[in-house]
């Protein structure tokens, strides 16, 4: 603000300016808002007829107008923690990699095909599952297989944010640990890691947010079996959005309201998970100096 | 394979104005005198799956005649072909089911017509080593499906199959992963053929095993079919033969085992009762040269159309579909409907009301 007065120009051009930022701003919220409240009406004449059964069957049985979403709440999250568990490790050792291990001349080539990585359709990654996952290595359609297709989407998510939060440990905490003579190891599990964890999991709960929103890709390999509670990740299961894609077309009305109910309960999860994360990145930034 | 369907759509397009063009005195009795030639009107269209491969050959075939005309088909399913043409989005649609009685007062348009224009083979089709012709009954259908069979030499089967040799393979049952109409016909011909055993009623999706698996489209299914040992799956008709399926015949009313295909199909449409809005079912049809899982499906149309141009041609296209583009079918491994069904659709679009 200060900065615009100073200079002594023409304050219209400052109220068009925040005023266009303000509006720009307000809209986002504004879309929020309405998406919200356009699909929870929508979604009330299956909650009307339901109840609360909505959210603990697990049955979904359109010719006889009976709809539960717990089979594909369960699917959701558990690919989705699925997909986490296998791109973690992946992700943080490529981030750690990239920053501080690889040599200058390898380093940029990396990056680049990670990012890459993250701008491809996930229509591309579900055909790929389908082709070789599922009938070349005959991992079938499952829980698993859809784990492990959202584990290659989810990896460049995680590793580049990773890899910016690994950066901004200072350099003088870095040398300190060298200088006591700690080796690379000590030094990242003494310096880096401690300074850049919230980050870190903040990372890792934007890469979870994103698992459990993939469509297309789940839909094509989760396997679409309906009323899969099991903890065993290769039998066949169906998630949230892939069931949303796939009986949409010829869903009649109730039916539309389920899926749509569905996506109410898949936004407030997504929701809820990045204002996790969102909360302990603050926290953790507060905890490390305010950075 | 692209190329291929292209090639031999352009192949039938070009049988048909051969045909055209021989018997030139009936051709024109299909149009009717007086018609404004329609001009430079795009239609916009969407709706069943299962019609597209008609559509396509149809559309070529018609505007090779009428080349100031374009018609765009989105084939995204017979449910959003109805809800489109409710919220008047698209200038007809095609739909394999009509529209139930409570949805009729929010198609925004006003009265509409019912057209039909094909029916085709659902097939039951597996992929069993050994086994070359197979023979079910509905019951035999629905346990299978239920998966209360679950073996090929079971007695079930081997009683439909006197005198076969059977495996004793586990079955693999493949079904529709989206909502299709065809999971609709489907489940329909299984309650009303075998009303007794099939448990899991009908609809766009039903309540499958969990042990099943599941593909999406019929091309999806088929692949299912095709890949696994023991598996057995419902497929159309042109599907099937695409991916060199083999397909199972099908015990109708009159106790004969039938095979799908044109003939038999066409035999399925000669035995159905039609209402005045020509709705009907083709499914579990009377006769005994009748295939049971012969599905239907329409074209709809608003009765007063409300552009002078884009009506003309909307109606010369339905013209088309039930008159000329009927000889397009078998080609494409549907059947035609029959004559009598023809006549009472040509009087429903002599009725549409241009401006």
């Known amino acids: 603000m200060q900065l615009f007065e100073l200079r002594g120009r023409s304050h219209h051009g400052d109220a068009a300016f925040r005023w266009t930022t303000v509006a720009a701003a307000l809209l986002v919220l504004v879309v929020l808002a309405l998406i919200a409240f356009t699909m929870t009406q929508r ?16 049955r979904w049985a359109s010719p006889d107008s009976f709809y539960g979403a717990l089979a594909f709440v369960f699917g959701t999250l558990y690919t989705a923690l699925i997909a986490v568990a296998l791109a973690v490790p992946v992700s943080l050792g490529v981030a750690l990699f990239v920053t501080q291990v690889a040599p200058g001349w390898l380093k940029k080539p990396l990056v680049y095909t990670i990012d890459l990585l993250a701008v491809v359709p996930s229509v591309v990654f579900g055909l790929w599952g389908v082709l070789v996952l599922s009938n070349h290595f005959g991992l079938g359609r499952s829980f698993a297989t859809a784990g492990v297709i959202l584990a290659v989407m989810v990896t460049p998510i995680i590793t580049s944010l990773a890899r910016e939060v690994i950066e901004t440990t200072p350099t003088t905490d870095k040398e300190a640990a060298l200088a006591l003579g700690a080796t690379r190891w000590e030094m990242i599990r003494a310096a880096v890691l401690p300074h850049s964890r919230g980050g870190l999991v903040g990372a890792v709960m934007l890469g979870l947010g994103r698992a459990m929103g993939e469509t297309i890709a789940a839909a094509l390999v989760i396997g679409s079996a309906l009323g899969q509670v099991t903890v065993n990740a290769f039998a066949p299961g169906n998630s949230m959005p892939a069931v949303i894609a796939n009986e949409w077309g010829e869903a009649d009305d109730l039916h539309k309201s389920a899926l749509i109910a569905l996506a109410v309960v898949l936004f407030a999860i997504t929701i809820v998970v990045n204002l996790v994360a969102t909360w302990i990145v603050r926290r953790s930034m507060a905890r490390s100096g305010g950075k | 394979m692209k190329q291929m369907t292209w090639l031999l759509a352009a192949l039938v ?48 075939g018609f505007t090779k005649a009428h080349p100031s005309i374009k018609i765009n088909y989105g084939a995204g399913g017979s449910g959003k072909g109805r809800q489109d043409f409710a919220d008047q989005v698209v200038d007809f649609a095609c739909t394999d089911a009509p529209y139930k009685d409570a949805d009729v ?41 239920q998966r209360e069979i679950k073996t090929w030499n079971d007695k079930a089967i081997a009683a439909d199959n006197p005198g076969a040799k059977l495996p004793a393979t586990p079955i693999v049952v493949a079904h529709r992963s989206d909502g299709s109409g065809t999971t609709e016909n489907f489940t329909k011909y299984l309650t009303l053929a075998a009303a007794d055993a099939w448990k899991l009623k009908s609809g766009s999706t039903v309540e499958w095993p969990a042990d099943t698996q599941a593909g999406s489209g019929n091309g999806g299914v088929a692949q299912i079919v095709k890949s696994a040992k023991g598996a057995i799956g419902y497929v159309d008709l042109s599907d099937a033969k695409a991916s060199g399926l083999k397909y199972a015949a099908i015990k109708n009313q009159g106790g004969k085992f039938v095979e799908p295909n044109a003939q038999t199909v066409s035999a399925a449409g000669d035995g159905i009762d ?19 899982i012969t599905a239907q499906s329409w ?35 549907f059947a035609p409907i029959p004559k009598s069904l023809q006549d009472k659709a040509l009087a429903q679009i002599d009725k549409i009301q241009v401006p």
Do not use: W
């Open chain 1, 43 to 58: 979604a009330l004449p299956v909650l009307e007829k339901m109840g609360g059964e909505f959210f603990t069957s697990k």
């Open chain 2, 13 to 60: 397009a070009v049988a048909g104005c051969d045909k055209k063009q021989n018997d030139g005195a009936s051709g024109k009795a299909t149009e009717k005198p007086g018609t404004v030639e329609p001009a430079n009107a795009t239609l916009n269209a969407s709706g069943a799956t299962f019609q597209k491969a008609f559509q396509e050959v149809a559309i070529e």
């Open chain 2, 105 to 145: 007062g929010k198609v925004k348009g006003g009265d509409f017509y019912y057209i039909p224009n094909v029916l085709g083979a659902i097939t039951v089709s597996y992929n069993v080593d050994g086994v070359d012709k197979l023979q079910l009954s509905a019951a035999t259908i629905a346990k299978i499906f």
């Open chain 2, 274 to 292: 039609v209402n005045d809005k020509l709705i009907f079912s083709a499914l579990n049809a009377k006769g005994d040269a009748a295939y049971p």
């Open chain 2, 299 to 333: 074209c709809i149309v608003y009765a007063k159309q409300t552009d002078k141009t884009k009506g003309a041609a909307v109606k010369a296209y339905f013209r088309y579909m039930v008159t000329d583009g009927q000889a397009l079918l078998p080609e494409i491994d």
